[in-house]
């Protein structure tokens, strides 16, 4: 038999991070989803990576974009500009006629028109086929959970830009919601909290800094404090203050409520079998906003349902769309709209 000379790439695309699989191969590639242009010229000047490090250090022609805002693409062009960049990364010493094939993951929610759109952008980047998988699912393929059984399943994935949750059964979605809150939406509440108390403009990055080292869900038992340093609004010169744990953990309430909401709306419109499958099997975390210190047991405590964090919640939508690929042969979507192998075998 010909041996397959096709490489399968899976492709998380988050409005933080981008992060690709490979097909016997793994993770290849993580990077932060960022382009930084020229303003005047239209130049690009870096992405991913290097292009995030630039982030609040940038001369006044040079800006960093996220192409990408709450989830769904906002600037088509510079996505794709950012995905073929990527892509390139990973072929470089491969030869490049050699064909391959791309199982994208999309925020569920989002119409037939835009998931065609997202596909037709891969096609367009010389691969044979492009599909779109929904972001829950490949999440709860990559998180192990039994997707394709008769039983609910539900994931709650807290991105940089969106929240989504899912309740799976029998290999598809069943109801699903979404909030636009994330971690980004996180560090802005801490830039207006540093700003209104202290009278200080702290950066992007200092806010992200913030959220991941003392920001907590639940009281902090013990008070960590951070040193920050920013500009003071009154006087223009920079200052550095000291925040606590304590002082973040008052802001972030109104996150957590935005969270809640979103798994009551979803479990609303949930039919009730599949509701007592979540009561007992409790609800996957997952997201790079899982990682918010104390956010499982706050999740817990509220709803009254056991919420389990995943073991790599970043990379469970890469892997879910690996585990597709790793399924004996290429993907193909058959008219049922069901993931399914070259031979028609269902990949879940
Ligand atoms: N240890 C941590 N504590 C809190 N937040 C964290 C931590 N590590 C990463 N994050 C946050 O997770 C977010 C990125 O998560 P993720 O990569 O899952 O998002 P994404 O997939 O790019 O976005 P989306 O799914 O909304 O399109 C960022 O806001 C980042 O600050
Ligand atoms: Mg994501």
Not at 51 to 62: E, H, L, W
Not at 92 to 101: E, K, L, P
Not at 185 to 195: C, F, G, L, P, R
Not at 242 to 262: A, G, N, P, R, T
Request: charge should be negative; hydrophobic fraction near 40%; glycine fraction near 10%.
């Amino acid at each position: 038999m010909l041996k397959r000379l096709e490489e399968l790439f899976g492709v998380d695309l988050g409005t933080c991070n981008t992060i690709i699989y490979q097909q016997k191969k793994g993770i290849v590639l993580s990077e932060p989803s960022v382009v930084a242009i020229q303003t005047d010229t239209g130049e690009i000047k870096a992405f991913g990576k290097e292009a995030y490090d630039m982030i609040g250090r940038t001369p006044a022609n040079v800006e960093v974009i996220y192409p990408l805002k709450d989830g769904v693409i906002a600037n088509f062009d510079m996505t794709l500009a950012m995905l073929k960049y990527f892509i390139g990364k990973i072929k470089r010493g491969y030869q490049w006629f050699r064909s391959f094939q791309v199982l994208i993951s999309v925020p569920c929610g989002i119409t037939n028109v835009q998931k065609r759109a997202v596909e037709e952008m891969i096609l367009h980047k010389g691969a044979r086929r492009s599909i779109t998988i929904e972001e829950p699912l490949a999440a709860a393929m990559g998180a192990g959970l039994p997707v394709a059984e008769p039983i609910g399943s539900m994931v709650l994935d807290i991105g940089g830009g969106t929240s989504q949750v899912a309740i799976i059964s029998l290999g598809g979605i069943v109801v699903s919601e979404s909030v636009r809150r994330g971690g980004m939406s996180i560090d802005q509440d801490i830039i207006e909290y540093v700003k209104k108390t202290y009278n200080m403009a702290i950066g992007e990055r200092t806010a992200e800094e913030i959220k991941k080292n003392v920001a907590a869900v639940v009281m902090p038992v013990k008070e960590v404090k951070m040193d920050i340093r920013g500009r003071d609004l009154m006087q223009g010169l920079p200052r550095t203050i000291s925040i606590s744990s304590q002082e973040i953990y008052e802001i972030m309430d109104d996150f957590v409520k935005s969270i809640l909401e979103c798994i009551r709306l979803a479990m609303e419109k949930c039919p009730p079998e599949l509701a007592g499958d979540v009561m007992e099997q409790g609800i996957l975390l997952c997201g790079g906003g899982a990682l918010l210190e104390g956010l499982d047991k706050r999740l817990q405590q509220d709803i009254g349902v056991p919420v389990h964090l995943a073991e790599h919640p970043m990379e469970c939508i890469a892997q879910g769309t690996g585990k597709m690929l790793n399924f004996n042969g290429a993907i193909i979507i058959d008219r049922s709209e069901k993931i399914v192998t070259e031979d028609r075998e269902s990949v879940l």
